[in-house]
């Protein structure tokens, strides 16, 4: 059996898994509840079977969590208004109207994950938001490199063509 130190596993990945769940969310209070399912989604694998990437394996729980909370999200929010949360915090290095801009694209860009199928979501996140390789996403996913490949040249057109049209005028097209 694998023993593993995770207090040392958290102190050591557990900004990653933040960063990786807020960067999808953009909520504090939902990457809090992906940041803490990560961990025990991770623990309870680790009992049933060997861990042979822990990052990876990190990676790939905060991704496949956040993205359920993304569709969660975007399936409540067409039958109740979503509350804007107009907080804003000025930053130093661009202008008001560029952080806005950059805050709507990434908005955009959940709502639209939140529309792909779920192998499709989670390799393009992998790649993208965790900076993971075809191979290691194979690796990680128990698929073949060609086929990580495939399904993410699927989510870009995907994603291209949502926020072409729009996530409201593309509901029915996934």
């Known amino acids: 059996m694998q023993v593993i130190d995770w207090q040392r596993v958290v102190d050591k990945y ?3 898994v933040w960063r990786n769940s807020y960067r999808l969310l953009g909520n504090h209070s939902d990457a809090a509840d992906c940041f803490s399912q990560t961990f025990i989604s991770a623990l309870e694998i680790s009992q049933r079977k ?8 990190l990676a790939r729980l905060a991704t496949t969590r956040a993205i359920d909370l993304l569709r969660q999200r975007y399936r409540h929010a067409r039958f109740h208004e979503e509350a804007v949360d107009l907080v804003f915090v000025p930053s130093s290095d661009s202008v008001p109207l560029e952080q806005i801009q950059a805050q709507d694209l990434a908005g955009q860009l959940r709502k639209a994950l939140g529309q792909l199928p779920p192998q499709e979501a989670e390799v393009f996140c992998l790649r993208y938001i965790n900076d993971m390789s075809y191979r290691q ?10 086929t990580a490949g495939v399904l993410l040249h699927r989510a870009r057109v995907k ?4 926020l072409e049209i729009g996530p409201d005028r593309n509901e029915g097209a996934t």
């Open 137 to 146: 996403i194979a690796a990680e996913l128990d698929i073949k490199t060609n």
């Open 159 to 162: 994603l291209r063509n949502i």
């Open 50 to 57: 060997y861990i042979r990437n822990i990052s990876a394996l």
């Open 14 to 16: 557990g900004q990653m």
